[in-house]
Structures are given as C-alpha cells and as structure tokens.
C-alpha cells in the first residue's frame, strides 16, 4: 500500500489556487489511473475517476475531496516592483503575513505587510509580494497582473506522528481518497464509485456543485479537515489530535443524514476504528453542494482535525487520516 505520509508529501508540493488546479489535477489522475476505470475532467476542472460496479442498478457512490488551495491574485505591480494583491479564498492575513510565497510560473517571492501596520490593523490590501527586483520591469519580467501566488508548500515532521506544512488543506483528503481507491481497486462491488477531486472548493464549493449533478449520487461522502478544540482559546469543540477520524454530524453549511452518520459511527465502533464526533460551528466543506445533487443524495463527511487551519503551519496527525482511511473503506463495502 502507498504510504500516505510520502503521497502527502507530492502532492503538497504542488501549488494549486483555485481556478487554477491544472498541476495537481494532473498529478491526481496518473495517480489515481490505475486503481479505477474511467477517468474525465469536467468542464468546471473537477477529476472524476470511476470505477465500475456489477449491477447496473447498484448503489451510486460519491467520494471528494477539494484539490485547491487559497492563494493570492496579482492585481497590480508598483514602479519600484512590488505587487499588490487580493484573495483568493479564505486568507487570515495575520498569518499569511512574512511567509514565503511562490507563483504558478514557480517566481518566489516574500508576502509581507506596509511597514508600520498594526496586527489589529492587518488586512490583504495592506499585504504586498517582494520578489527582490529593483523596478517595475524587471517584475513584469517575472509575473503579470492576473497571475497566482500560494505560500510556499510542503510537509515535515514533528513530534511521534504530527505532521505540519501546507496546504494540508485538502491534499490530505485527495491523499484519503487515493489510498481508498488504491484499497478498493480488487474488490468487486455492486454500485459504480466515483471518486471526485474538486475544483474551486475555497472560493465556495463551485466544482462538487456540478460533479454531484452529473453522477447524481445515491450516497456521498466528502473528505476535509476540520477545525480542533484542544488549543489555548479555541472554541469549544469535541475534535483533537489523536483521537481519530471526525464523523461530522453538522456545520454551518448542512447537517448530515442522519443514516449516514450512524452507519459510520457503527462501522467505526464495529472495526475498532478511532473516531470522534464533530459539529463544525463555523465553516463548510464540499458535502453540502453534493447533498443537493439532483434529488438529494445521502450526504456525511469524515474530517481529520487540523490546527491552525489556512496557515503555513497546517497541524495534523497520520493517524487520524489512517483512521479516515479505514473508516470510508468499510463505508463503501457496506453499502448493497
């Protein structure tokens, strides 16, 4: 079996803003090429790898997991080279502050704040990209207005199996997905399984919308991290690191069906699989676009608790996504 940590570590290593995955979606699909049938792209970009069941009326089954990350747009290059910027997705600009960035064209640069702005003060209009040049065209020669900017990404280890880096948000849930497509790939199961890499998750959830509407799902399963409440100040929350997979019950964007929560929550008790409840009292994820597909399907999420979410120190244990791993594999074989 594929090591999740290494797969991690590849596909973090990839920048991919929304609107522009077109790296990472190649990366994913010779990734995921082997262990399924079919494999398309979309018109909106999303990945959609299928692998077939024995019935023609089986149960229809949606896996995702979003493959873009929040990242910077150029919106304007100063005389002395400097670039402005807006964002793209959900930026916490008191963290993005004196990071390394790096462009899609892979121009690097530093992502640092006017001088004297208070950190009560700090939003992304008060935020510029230094790339080290002396002019406005010697930037030019570099980027253009309209180009993308991350922070730089990559994974390392810390302490026993806690990992940090970005954008773990989601290359974990796209690594989740490729081990359960690696896991699945000889067995022989009813329905048709779709696994679906979004696009444009951080700007809204925009792919999953469309993917789910084409496959129409008769069940789905979305797989992203979660915020944790085992943090000095954090909101109080029944998530932390090490205690397993998060069955997500609700979040601000959809409650669950309640059948889907009780079969994983069976499931994981049943195979002695770690796992914790979750209610997300403040965000969402792409499970609330993929349970209005069509006529509805049955939607849950399983979530691997993550600290210091849309940071350049992204926090998160393996073993939890092991256990996120485990949990929608039995998911899957236990649908007829």
Do not use: W
Request: charged share 25%; hydrophobic share 40%; with cysteine.
């Amino acid at each position: 079996m594929t090591n999740l940590y290494t797969t991690l570590q590849k596909l973090c290593a990839c920048p991919s803003v929304s609107g522009r995955e077109e790296r990472i979606r190649e990366m994913l699909r010779e990734m995921i090429a082997p262990f399924c049938d079919e494999v398309s792209v979309d018109n909106l970009g999303n990945l959609i790898a299928k692998k077939k069941g024995a019935k023609a009326d089986g149960t229809k089954i949606m896996l995702c997991a979003h493959m873009d990350e929040i990242g910077f747009l150029v919106t304007f290059i100063e005389k002395n080279g400097l670039l402005r910027v807006a964002p793209i997705g959900g930026i916490k600009s008191v963290s993005a502050a004196f990071t390394e960035v790096i462009s899609e064209r892979g121009v690097a640069g530093v992502l640092v704040p006017n001088t004297k702005t208070k950190p009560e003060d700090l939003s992304t209009d008060k935020l510029y990209i230094d790339l080290g040049v002396k002019d406005q065209k010697s930037a030019e020669r570099k980027v253009s207005v309209g180009d993308f900017f991350v922070l730089r990404g990559g994974v390392r280890r810390l302490a026993g199996r806690r990992i940090c880096g970005r954008p773990i948000d989601d290359r974990i849930g796209c690594a989740v997905l490729l081990s359960v497509a690696e896991r699945l790939s000889r067995t022989s199961l009813d329905g048709d399984v779709y696994y679906v890499f979004s696009a444009q998750e951080e700007v809204g959830g925009r792919g999953a919308l469309p993917a789910a509407f084409a496959i129409r799902p008769d069940v789905s399963l979305c797989v992203d991290v979660t915020g944790t409440g085992d943090t000095p100040g954090a909101d109080a929350m029944a998530c932390s690191l090490g205690e397993g997979v998060a069955v997500k019950i609700k979040d601000s964007s959809l409650i669950c069906h309640e059948e889907v929560v009780f079969e994983l929550c069976r499931l994981a008790e049943e195979n002695k699989i770690p796992y914790q409840r979750e209610i997300l009292l403040h965000g969402g994820t792409d499970a609330s676009q993929m349970q209005l597909a069509g006529s509805g399907s049955r939607a849950g999420a399983l979530s691997i608790p993550c600290r210091y979410i849309h940071s350049a120190v992204e926090l998160c244990e393996l073993g939890d996504a092991e256990a996120c791993v485990a949990l929608a594999e039995q998911f899957v074989l236990s649908i007829k």
